[in-house]
Structure formats: structure tokens, C-alpha cells
């Protein structure tokens, strides 16, 4: 038993010493490379050739690469500075700086005050740690410029500034809007009779019925008319009887008397036409047709067949199709660019995948009061009579607003009010400017039109620029807080 109990602490003893004795070896192992030692294994015969220490060239911004120093310390923006080793690829290229620069940078001016570098509304009036525990960084008296601000480089490379130039070139915009398709008032027409008279027929007796131009309308038996015959043909049968008579007084005043009793038919509408067939025929009519002026519509219908009818009376209405009027709606501020001669194209929901071109016939000069709108008419062809009156159109009115203006991206402007339009001027360097701009109508290519502010081959900022006009307002209200008496921390 005790010989058993022997054994058994002998091996709890090799145990700790064989622990222990691994534990000095990492500690020493730990030492050697903490020192830059080379380690040697105890198992193991040594390396030939000890590994190398690296070698430090010099200390750099992981911000900005160009940001180097000669030894360890902070960049401008607080940040610490990274080593460069001498087998790391392309650090034989760039040459080690002959002096550290200091930690803040030269020949920027006076410190107005020291500012979070991931807060900017965090400031203070000396250096210190922000609440991130990033040091303050400096911000110098030329950095804040009225109405100008100052980026890095590198910042406006990674918060995707971009920008573009101000060019000058014609300036096109198309007018959308909508209408109704309606009867051409020029091209209307009402029926009616100069003389007295009962309906004896009616070619036409039904409301909406289609005529074509010259197709017989209604005849209307007349007493005078009969009467106004006679008289014509008598007059000519005087005036042939006293042709051969010597005396030219008597002959002239017969030679007059055809003449004043055509003029008579001439004045109840009765036609060239059937006077010559009166006098071809010497066939009294009893009564009169009237014939249709155009092709078109019947749109009312004032009388019956059987009807008395006075001299003057409105016995009917005729409409033309073709062409037909669309009345269009523009806004008040479109009035300037739509002008008499422009090409509209309309489209109507009823007659889907047929596109009709018009032109603008008539801008009316007046402006609706409560929808602020004023009324456009197109004439457009309609030789099919596809367009029905009170169709609801699409209207596309292509408008040359001028043919050299300055334009910029839409995107480029801030929309402060109603009335104030900013944009941001790259200068160059890392500095922008805002600006104010008046501003004309937007384009069809995403193109707003410059009235003032802005001159052709300027740099205007395209992205970021909300951030650009959030630190412009910063700047400017910390300066305004300096003149007070400057920042607290």
C-alpha cells in the first residue's frame, strides 16, 4: 500500500515539473519574439537562417496616402498612422518623407476651432478627444470663406461627388396635357329658306344622319317661287320680241327686264343651275330643293315634312368631320412656349395605336380662374371619321423654348423654396461655392433652362450636393456662433 502511494506521487511530481517546464519555454519563446529574438526550437534542430525583422519606411494616413511621416503619430483627421514595411509591394516606389510634418499642418492660417471629426457639429475651442475618443482635428480661417467650403479629396472621393458643365444649346420642351375632340365651328353650317312655303318633302328627317356634299336636303312648295317663274320667262320672251324693234329705248328697257327677275331668283336661293334649266325647259317648278353644302353630320333638325315655313327660319344644322377641333389645356406658366404652327400629336383612348398629327390653330387669350389654365385648339385631319366629337385626347405639344440657353442637369439643383434655386460651383481644389440661379422650364432630356446665375463651361456639382449645402449651413452657422464669442466645448 505505501509502495503504490509512492508511486503515485513520484508521477503527480514529473507531471508539475513537465508543466511547468513547457510553460517556461512558451514564456521564453514569448520573450524572444517580443524582442526580435529568433526562437529556436528545443525539439527540433535550429534554422540555418533566422527570419528577418520587417523594416519600417515610414508611417501614412489610412485616409489619405499622401498624408506620410518618418515616424509614428496622428494624421489630420486624428486618426493613427500605419506602418509601411519595406517588402510590401510597391512601398520601394514611393519615397520616404525627409521630415515629419507636423501634427498641425502648416501655413493654413489661424485655428478657428477644433471640430469632430465624425461629428463636424461637435466643436471646441482647443484640441482634445471627441466622444468617439478620435482627437479633434483643426479647422483653419481659410477652410471657412463666405459662401465657399473646402473638401478634401479624399472626402469628395468617397462621398461620391461628381460633377458636370453648364453647356449651351438649343432648349426644347413637350408640353403633356389632355382635351376633347369637338365639331370645327368654321366648318358648320345652318339650312334655312328666304322664301315662304310648306315642307313637301324631307331627304332627310333624322338627327345624326350623314350627308355628303350636294345630296338633295328637302323641297319646299312655294307660290312665289311659281309666280318669280313666270315672271323670268315672260321677261325673257319680251326681250327677245323687242330685240328687232328700231327703237333703243323700248329695246333696252326689255333687254333689262330678264335681268331683274333672274336677280330675283338669284336672291331666294335658287341656283345657277336650275335658272339655266328654267330656261333650257321653260318648265315652271313648284318647288324648291335645297342641297347640302358640305359633308358631314346633320346635327338638329328644326321641321317636319308638312311644316309652314317663314322666310328665315333655321330648318336644320350640318357639321363637318373633317377637320375637327381638339381643345387642349395648358398651365399659365406654358402660355410663352406654345405659339400658332406648332405640330401637336393626340392620341384618344377610344382609338388605341392610331397617332394623329395636328397644328396649333388658336392660343385663347385668357386664362381660367379657379384651374389657372388657358384653352389650346388643334385643327386635326379626320378624312376617315374615325374622331368623334367629345373624345378625351392625349396631347403632345413639342415647344421650342429658344435655341441657345444654358442648362444644367435638373439633379444639379437644390430646391431650397419656392423661389430659391441653389446650385454648388466645383473651383477646383477641393472648394465649392453655392450659388443662387433662376431658373426656366425643365427639358425632355432632364435639362433645366439657367436664367441668371449660372454661365456656360461653369462646373456644377451633380451628387452629394445635399451634403455639400449641409456643411455650407454648418460653416456658416458656427461662424455666426464665433462672432458671439466662440465655441464651448
Not at 415 to 433: E, H, K, P, Q, Y
Request: charged share 20%.
Amino acid at each position: 500500500m505505501k509502495k503504490t502511494r509512492s508511486i503515485f506521487l513520484v508521477m503527480v511530481i514529473a507531471l508539475i515539473a513537465g508543466v511547468a517546464f513547457v510553460a517556461g519555454q512558451i514564456s521564453e519563446k514569448g520573450r524572444r519574439v517580443k524582442e526580435g529574438t529568433p526562437v529556436v526550437s528545443t525539439t527540433a534542430p535550429a534554422s540555418p537562417k533566422p527570419a528577418a525583422k520587417r523594416k519600417i519606411l515610414y508611417w501614412r494616413s489610412s485616409m489619405d496616402p499622401k498624408f506620410v511621416s518618418n515616424k509614428p503619430g496622428k494624421d489630420a483627421m486624428g486618426m493613427d498612422l500605419v506602418p509601411v514595411y519595406g517588402n510590401e509591394a510597391g512601398a520601394e516606389k514611393s519615397p520616404a518623407p525627409a521630415a515629419s510634418p507636423a501634427k498641425k499642418p502648416q501655413g493654413k492660417g489661424k485655428v478657428l476651432y477644433w471640430q469632430d471629426p465624425m461629428d463636424p457639429t461637435i466643436i471646441s475651442n482647443k484640441p482634445g478627444k471627441a466622444p468617439c475618443g478620435m482627437d479633434l482635428v483643426p479647422v483653419y480661417a481659410n477652410e471657412v470663406t463666405e459662401g465657399k467650403i473646402h473638401i478634401s479629396p479624399t472626402v469628395v472621393q468617397q462621398i461620391g461627388v461628381t460633377t458636370t458643365k453648364a453647356i449651351k444649346a438649343p432648349f426644347s420642351k413637350t408640353i403633356r396635357t389632355y382635351g376633347t375632340s369637338t365639331w370645327n365651328e368654321q366648318s358648320k353650317a345652318a339650312v334655312n329658306t328666304r322664301i315662304s312655303g310648306w315642307i313637301e318633302k324631307l331627304d332627310v328627317n333624322i338627327a345624326g344622319q350623314l350627308v355628303r356634299k350636294g345630296q338633295p336636303l328637302l323641297r319646299i312648295y312655294s307660290p312665289q317661287l311659281v309666280s318669280a317663274q313666270e315672271e323670268y320667262l315672260a321677261a325673257l320672251d319680251n326681250a327677245r320680241a323687242l330685240k328687232g324693234i328700231s327703237l333703243e329705248a323700248m329695246s333696252g328697257a326689255a333687254a333689262k327686264l330678264p335681268q331683274a327677275a333672274w336677280m330675283r331668283l338669284k336672291l331666294w336661293n335658287i341656283s345657277d343651275r336650275q335658272i339655266a334649266e328654267l330656261r333650257r325647259t321653260r318648265k315652271v317648278r313648284q318647288n324648291l330643293t335645297l342641297y347640302a353644302p358640305f359633308s358631314g353630320i346633320v346635327t338638329r333638325l328644326d321641321v317636319v315634312q308638312g311644316d309652314y315655313v317663314m322666310p328665315g327660319k333655321n330648318l336644320m344644322d350640318i357639321a363637318s368631320f373633317n377637320p375637327v377641333w381638339v381643345n387642349a389645356f395648358i398651365y399659365e406658366d406654358q402660355i410663352p412656349m406654345v405659339k400658332k404652327g406648332m405640330k401637336a400629336t393626340v392620341t384618344f383612348d377610344s382609338l388605341p395605336g392610331e397617332s394623329f398629327t395636328g397644328t396649333v390653330d388658336y392660343v385663347y387669350p385668357y386664362v381660367e380662374g379657379k384651374a389657372r389654365t388657358t384653352q389650346v385648339r388643334i385643327e386635326l385631319p379626320n378624312p376617315e371619321n374615325h374622331i368623334l366629337p367629345q373624345m378625351y385626347a392625349t396631347v403632345k405639344i413639342r415647344g421650342e423654348v429658344t435655341d441657345d440657353a444654358v442648362q444644367i442637369p435638373s439633379d444639379a439643383v437644390i430646391r431650397a423654396s419656392s423661389t430659391d434655386n441653389v446650385v454648388f460651383i466645383a473651383l477646383g481644389g477641393g472648394m465649392f461655392a453655392g450659388r443662387k440661379v433662376v431658373l426656366g422650364p425643365e427639358g425632355d432630356d432632364g435639362m433645366v433652362l439657367v436664367k441668371a446665375g449660372l454661365a456656360a463651361g461653369e462646373r456644377v456639382v451633380t451628387s452629394a450636393q445635399f451634403l455639400l449645402d449641409s456643411q455650407s449651413r454648418l460653416n456658416s452657422a458656427i461662424k455666426a456662433m464665433l462672432n458671439k464669442g466662440g465655441p464651448s466645448k
